[in-house]
């Protein structure tokens, strides 16, 4: 298998950035969740004005992953304001790594973990924090292995329906 590559995305990459978002989150969620709140979720989240409101701010950064010039997942990390939830001013957000299913068990969602990993080493933060979905139990492990522990929980709502995502933190000092 060719290696997979590592590329920060911009402005320009909005194109492929919101197919990624819209074919991921889809193929993980639509099984287990109604189609109108899958539809609404993707229409506000992932519509042109949002995504390039988020691409836009400097204190997020998107990094696509590439397996033989075609974007097969990215990530999207948050500090300072940028993130979602302000636990702690001294941490990164892991706020997505999406990749296509296709390409799941393929080392891409730990590249693009250790690539947050790096960026929070190389800015100095105290920990990386994320939230996942109770019931996404590959995604939770995943976290797990990688060191995170569980240290709050919220309330998503998805359309009509108010799931919880618990919130898990990475120590790094």
Not at 85 to 113: M, P, S, W
Not at 132 to 158: C, I, M, P, S
Request: proline share 1%; charged share 15%; no cysteine.
């Amino acid at each position: 298998m060719n290696p997979i590559e590592i590329q920060k995305a911009t402005l320009n990459d909005l194109e492929i950035l919101q197919k990624l978002s819209i074919q991921t989150f889809t193929e993980t969620f639509a099984a287990v969740n109604t189609p109108d709140n899958i539809t609404n979720y993707i229409n506000d989240s992932f519509n042109t004005q949002q995504l390039t409101t988020e691409l836009s701010n400097t204190n997020s950064m998107f990094y696509l992953a590439y397996s033989n010039r075609v974007a097969v997942g990215y990530l999207k990390i948050n500090f300072g304001d940028a993130q979602t939830e302000t636990h702690d001013q001294n941490a990164l957000e892991v706020h997505r790594i999406y990749v296509l299913q296709t390409f799941h068990g393929k080392n891409i969602g730990q590249l693009l973990l250790n690539q947050a990993k790096k960026i929070a080493e190389n800015n100095g933060v105290a920990s990386i924090w994320l939230g996942v979905w109770e019931e996404n139990y590959r995604a939770l492990q995943f976290y797990a292995k990688n060191g995170f522990v569980v240290f709050d929980q919220h309330v998503f709502t998805l359309g009509n329906d108010k799931q919880t995502d618990l919130l898990m933190q990475l120590r790094l000092k």
